[in-house]
């Protein structure tokens, strides 16, 4: 079974200060790794994924991520925060070799930053 | 570029009501996935489709069926709705025979169940 942890239901930080937004995951095989960000009532927009590679993984709007497989870690960061970038954000994963594709979403971190 | 369309956007149904969401995905994009996500939830896997055969299932009720068409469009059918079922659908594509890894999401639709 697939599985995703946000240790943080909400994460609060100034405007142009980095922000974290921590995720950790447990998968039997490797793991597809993924963020996703949701404004209100709007649908999931994909930030940026981790399949092979360099663990450090730039996305969308300046958000990069960092795979860690000692950890299990998937941690979304980006160096300076904009007002803007206030959403939800969904940390998921998919086992790439379960053969399964559907992905298990963690439950969310609310992202507020603050003028 | 072309996302994923679904409707309607907005569905308010009675209990014991049927409902019809449907499903447009990303041209090319060969498989479709039904996630619901319940308020302040999230997302939960209902059920996916690879060339139109089911592919995988996940927690969705009995209640409900879906399927793929030749076209490649999905619909999630909902039969004797409860008020529990209110939430979002959200309907997400993908291109397994290319990068088997990025499902594209749409905007959902909010069902609301009186």
């Known amino acids: 079974a697939q599985s995703v942890a946000q240790p943080e239901d909400q994460v609060n930080v100034a405007e142009g200060n980095p922000l974290t937004v921590k995720c950790t995951y447990s998968?039997?095989?490797?793991?597809?790794l993924f963020w996703y960000v949701q404004y209100p009532n709007r649908g999931l927009q994909f930030l940026l994924k981790?399949?092979?590679?360099?663990?450090l993984v730039k996305g969308s709007y300046g958000f990069e991520a960092e795979f860690n497989k000692s950890q299990t870690s998937f941690h979304l960061k980006k160096p300076s925060a904009l007002v803007s970038d206030s959403a939800l954000y969904f940390c998921a994963v998919r086992d790439m070799g379960g053969g399964y594709q559907k992905v298990t979403f963690g439950t969310g971190t609310k992202l507020q930053v603050i003028p | 570029a072309a996302g994923v369309i679904q409707s309607p956007r907005h569905l308010i149904k009675e209990k014991r009501e049927t409902a019809t969401l449907k499903c447009y995905p990303i041209?090319?994009?060969?498989?479709v996935y039904w996630y619901q996500q319940g308020p302040g939830q999230d997302p939960q896997f209902l059920i996916s489709?690879?060339?139109?055969?089911?592919?995988d299932k996940g927690s969705i009720p009995d209640r409900f069926s879906a399927q793929q068409f030749s076209d490649y469009h999905s619909e999630l059918n909902m039969s004797s709705l409860e008020l529990g079922d209110s939430a979002l659908y959200f309907c997400?594509?993908?291109?397994?025979?290319?990068?088997?890894?990025?499902?594209?999401f749409g905007p959902g639709t909010r069902l609301t169940v009186l």
């Open positions: 998968v039997s095989g490797n793991p597809y």
């Open positions: 997400a594509s993908s291109l397994v025979s290319g990068s088997r890894d990025t499902q594209y």
């Open positions: 041209p090319r994009h060969d498989t």
């Open positions: 981790y399949i092979t590679g360099d663990n």
């Open positions: 489709f690879y060339e139109k055969m089911q592919s």
